[in-house]
């Protein structure tokens, strides 16, 4: 099973003996690695310009006041708040080493190519770069709620990293010593760490073969991101689905690859998750895995197809938080 979904993927030469059939997924899809490199468009976000992209307002962050929390046996010490917070900016592009930020990232092997996503989402393949959101990105939206958790309030502790599959899939390790190497240091205030690039996991990234393990799982899996289609195997490769709605699912299935596979995202990658368009337009948030994503006649902040094959996320988690009645003092002198 595992073995037709490479080939569908990089369809390799009728094999004429045992080796050959077992290599010539890889062969084929080591072709790839020779396509010309398209040129690199100018950086668009700078950490400030990010930040303010985040829509701190009510229909992303759906607030609730649920009651007190107690800091011990029978004293109140606030009220316990539960929102959405955004913890991550997640983006596609089409050129390996391309980005949307004027940010380091791992080095292309050599003149890697990716095949453009197509304008009729017949076939579409991309790179994509996975950063975690600092609090400082947070508190430099404007217009916050008072009452506010931090996206550090959303952390959870990761699984361990999974076991390489073997040399031609990639070792996991080098994967994260290279993404812990490659940030700009303008950035870390904002974007602290690089969670995931798929030019450090090149192989993984164009077959999904660290999935394999997990064939019970995903060969199951048609409808695991709902409307959007199967998570597995997480690669590179969506047939048929629109540019757009490829793009979410794209960072949704690199930031499950950082979390499960790689360890380096401190935040859970499931369906509790909320979304939002960063690039080229400030959209609404919505629901992973919902459709249609927020449009022109039913949303004043509308997704857009991108013109020049990059596109930016952030990605919210929900989270519960303590907040000093202090801060709720601060509120009510700063809202008469």
């Known amino acids: ?107 292309a092997a050599g003149s890697v190519g990716t095949l453009s996503s197509s304008d009729a989402g017949l076939d579409n393949t991309a790179e994509v770069h996975a950063w975690l959101l600092g609090d400082a990105a947070w508190l430099l939206t404007g217009q916050l709620p008072c009452l506010r958790c931090q996206p550090s309030d959303a952390r959870s502790a990761p699984p361990p990293p999974m076991a390489a599959i073997g ?38 990234w164009r077959t999904g073969c660290r999935d394999q393990l997990a064939l019970d799982s995903w060969v199951q899996d048609r409808f695991g991101l709902l409307q959007w289609g199967a998570l597995y195997p997480r690669q590179m490769r969506d047939l048929g689905t629109p540019p757009i709605v490829y793009s979410a699912k794209t960072a949704y299935r690199a930031l499950s690859i950082a979390r499960d596979q790689l360890a380096t995202f401190l935040f859970p990658v499931d369906l509790a998750a909320r979304m939002q368009q960063a690039y080229p337009a400030v959209s609404a948030c919505f629901d992973v895995g919902t459709q249609p994503l927020p449009q022109a006649s039913t949303s004043d902040r509308p997704v857009q197809t991108s013109a020049d094959g990059r596109t930016g996320w952030f990605y919210w988690r929900p989270v519960s938080c303590c907040v000093g009645f202090e801060s709720l003092a601060h509120c009510a002198s700063a809202h008469p």
């Open 167 to 204: 040399p031609l899939c990639g070792e996991a390790s080098a994967v994260v010593a290279a993404l812990a190497s490659n940030l700009g240091a303008g950035f870390l205030p904002v974007l602290p760490a690089l969670a995931y690039a798929s030019e450090a996991d090149v192989v993984n």
């Open 1 to 107: 099973m595992f073995r037709s979904v490479i080939f569908s993927i990089c369809p390799p030469r009728r094999p004429r003996v045992r080796r050959a059939r077992r290599l010539a997924p890889w062969v084929a899809c080591a072709s790839l690695l020779w396509l010309p490199a398209r040129a690199l468009a100018d950086p668009v976000f700078g950490p400030l310009d990010l930040a303010r992209r985040i829509s701190p307002d009510a229909q992303c962050t759906r607030s609730q006041l649920l009651g007190l929390c107690w800091c011990g046996a029978a004293a109140p010490c606030g009220y316990r708040v539960q929102m959405y917070v955004p913890v991550a900016f997640v983006e596609t592009v089409r050129a390996p080493g391309d980005s949307l930020l004027a940010a380091a990232l791992p080095a």
